[in-house]
């Protein structure tokens, strides 16, 4: 068999996946993401504390990529899971200070799935985190660095996003159906 002779079969074999997937685009407008309250218990699997910032642990963080702040008075370092271990997973996230806004803190998130923790500043005073419990639910959170304070926290249910397109479950073969032009 050719090179180009595999290509092409390759391409008409991947086709209906291809096509599949624009199906599911068009029914985007049908799915929503559900926001509520954190449930307690995961909560209570994320720490902030603060740390002395001549705390031995802090040494090794140096050689971890800074994210700085927006206007670079402040920047973090995010130590993450070793996804090659078997769970529970932990990500702690560290945020420092210049001298004119000295302190670190330390954001510890226990137990969490391989979707991870994601952080971003919102400005030098804010970061926003997400913290992955499974493949359906995330805690979106917004953290005062100055206050060490939550001011926002709600979970996200992502699972209407997995869910088939309206009218598609009583189709037979659905997820197989001919594209129609």
Known sequence: MTKLTRTIALALLTLP???????????????????????????AKIAVIRVSSDSRELAALHKLPKVDSPQRTRWMVVQ?????????????????????????????FRDHANGGVHEHWINEKLVALD???GRILST???LDVESGKWL?????????????????????????RPIQQ
Request: include cysteine; charge should be negative.
């Open 131 to 133: 913290v992955w419990w």
């Open 152 to 176: 926002y926290a709600e979970e996200a249910d992502y699972s209407e996003m997995i869910q088939p397109c309206e009218g598609e479950q009583s189709k037979p073969g659905a997820l197989n």
């Open 80 to 108: 993450g899971a070793d996804f090659t271990h078997p769970e529970p997973w932990s990500t702690t996230v560290y945020v420092f200070g210049n001298r004119a806004n000295p302190g670190t803190l330390k954001i510890e």
């Open 17 to 43: 996946q291809v096509l599949q997937a624009g199906s599911l685009v068009e029914c985007q407008n049908e799915h929503r993401v559900i926001y509520s309250s954190p449930d307690p218990n995961r909560m």
């Open 140 to 142: 979106a959170l917004v």
